[in-house]
Nanobody, 123 residues
Framework: VQLQASGGGLVQPGGSLRLSCAASGRTVRLNDVGWYRQAPGKQRELVATISTDGSTSYADSVKGRSSISRDNTKKTVYLQLNSLKPEDTAVYYC??????????????????WGQGTLVTVSS
């Protein structure tokens, strides 16, 4: 199983980006997923979460400017970031727990971090 985060890039202040966190391999289901970020010299912080039932939560720093959603058929969770500010610059990571179907028809539950995607907000 791999957890792939993507969608980062360089964007001007006020711009938008959509980040994706996709599970590959024999993943049957993604359960609770969180997006985190880590700016240079700072600790990793939680940005947004989405649970299996679709309920969401946001850090105050991004509330009203971001939206987390999921596509269960694609085993993917998205983080839409709008009205980006320079202080949003960070490496964004997803953390998810899920279920994989093994070759012997047993299931394995797991929790992984994605590899991170860099968001740079600068003019």
């Amino acid at each position: 199983v791999q957890l792939q985060a993507s969608g980062g890039g360089l964007v001007q202040p006020g711009g938008s980006l959509r980040l994706s966190c996709a599970a590959s391999g024999r993943t049957v289901r993604l359960n609770d997923v969180g997006w985190y970020r880590q700016a240079p010299g700072k600790q990793r912080e939680l940005v947004a979460t989405i649970s299996t039932d679709g309920s969401t939560s946001y850090a105050d720093s991004v509330k009203g400017r971001s939206s987390i959603s999921r596509d269960n058929t694609k085993k993917t969770v998205y983080l839409q970031l709008n009205s980006l500010k320079p202080e949003d610059t960070a490496v964004y990571y997803c953390n998810a727990d899920g279920l994989t179907l093994n070759m012997d028809d047993t299931y394995t539950a797991w929790r992984f971090w994605g590899q991170g995607t860099l968001v740079t907000v600068s003019s």
